[in-house]
């Protein structure tokens, strides 16, 4: 029977020890602010998740657990339907996060000082975890269209990066983290294309390959375009299509046999990963039951993407943005208020009373910019605006 997720139903989170809303006295120096920052969504997670979670803790051992293959063939069961990315069981590499992959991937795929490309403005641990592990960033920066707002890839500056001798992977984020891209099937393509001339390995972060908008092109799984010796690691994970990210289990398709071992002998060099009853039951749950919430979940998403940019366009002059093709989050360009990247965190927080991700820890490229949440309900991204456009009004006075 068909359920319908009331996405407007507000959950308390605060005193949960959510980082999103109990780290906010520490991130922006202030209570009060609406958190509207960190990578995960207000909405309950499906009930089938719930209730499989509800289950496992009624068994009061919580001891060492294995995958058992169900995890396995739920997997392979989701990609299959939803991307039609037909994945072999011995591809996957179960791991702790898609973080700790990426940071496992430098170590497994380049030597100290070796180059990892990186396409920013992008998600902060693209950074450092190329920068903690020894590894040299490469930066190929996105373009922008002044008119549009919408990004694209520098092909041609991304095969100059490649031929740099000490280049050896190439980081890639499908859907974009923060720009909201989904990737053409050119585009994708054409990173292959690099990538086999100049024999880079593609990590492909796709965690929010199940976040896309109805009314945009469709998401394409870089995996379902590559050929079967190609140097290709996909790293997904349910946390953020169900809204269970703390549950940390993510997982890696590495169809080279070699790759997959080198992988995996970074993750057993640190003890990793120790697997968690709770996450292998949340991950199950989610693509074996998740769909019906997960299609509800994204046109409510959508709505509130159509509101914000509309809002945007309607009552906040300095503020621009482009609409995103996929993700919960949204792109601000406040260029046009001419603040410093200090002075734009300052105006947000302290004038308007609102808690977004700065721009620049995405990269050099994203000053002037700001990421907007926008995976809570309607209520909340009104009082966002209302309380930005309030001190715009003050500022313009």
């Not at 790293?235 to 997959?260: E, W, Y």
């Not at 640190?270 to 009853?277: E, V």
């Not at 300052?346 to 994203?366: D, H, K, L, T, Y």
Request: proline share 7%; hydrophobic share 45%.
């Amino acid at each position: 029977m068909s359920v319908t997720t009331d996405f407007d139903q507000p959950v308390v989170r605060e005193h949960s020890c959510s980082v999103k809303f109990d780290a906010r006295k520490a991130v922006f120096g202030r209570e009060d602010v609406i958190p509207v920052w960190v990578a995960d969504m207000d909405f309950a997670a499906p009930e089938a998740v719930t209730q499989v979670l509800k289950a496992r803790a009624e068994h009061p051992v919580y001891g060492y657990t294995l995958f058992p293959d169900s995890l396995y063939q739920s997997m392979m069961d989701w990609f299959a339907a939803r991307h039609g990315w037909h994945i072999e069981r011995e591809w996957i590499l179960m791991a702790p996060g898609v973080v700790p992959s990426l940071h496992a991937a430098c170590m497994a795929y380049a030597q100290p000082g070796e180059g990892v490309i990186i396409q920013p403005p992008v998600y902060p641990p693209f950074f450092s975890s190329v920068r903690q592990s020894g590894r040299q960033v490469i930066e190929n920066p996105l373009l922008q269209d002044d008119r549009t707002g919408q990004y694209r890839m520098d092909l041609h500056h991304l095969e100059q990066c490649a031929a740099r001798p000490e280049a050896k992977i190439l980081m890639f984020c499908s859907p974009h983290n923060p720009v909201g891209r989904v990737w053409s099937e050119a585009e994708l393509q054409a990173v292959l294309d690099i990538a086999r001339r100049y024999q880079l390995v593609v990590i492909s972060d796709e965690i929010h390959c199940d976040l896309t908008f109805r009314d945009k092109p469709a998401h394409r799984i870089l995996a379902t375009l590559a050929a079967p010796d190609d140097a290709l690691v996909t790293a997904v994970a349910p946390s953020k299509s169900f809204n269970m990210p703390g549950l940390g289990l993510s997982a890696l398709v590495i169809p080279d046999a070699q790759r997959r071992k080198a992988m995996k002998a970074v993750f057993d060099s640190m003890h990793l990963p120790q697997c968690n009853p709770f996450s292998v039951a949340g991950f199950e749950a989610g693509y074996r039951h998740g769909a019906e919430w997960l299609d509800q979940l994204m046109t409510y998403l959508q709505a509130n993407r159509d509101y914000v940019v509309q809002q945007v366009t309607d009552r906040l002059p300095g503020l621009r943005v482009s609409v995103p093709e996929g993700t919960y989050l949204m792109w601000l360009d406040c260029r046009e208020l001419a603040l410093d990247d200090v002075g734009l965190k300052r105006f947000f927080v302290q004038e308007a009373g609102v808690g977004m991700n700065p721009g620049i820890s995405f990269g050099e490229p994203g000053s002037g910019f700001m990421r907007l949440n926008i995976g809570c309900p309607r209520a909340v991204l009104e009082q966002v605006l209302t309380r930005i456009e309030m001190a715009l009004a003050q500022r313009l006075a």
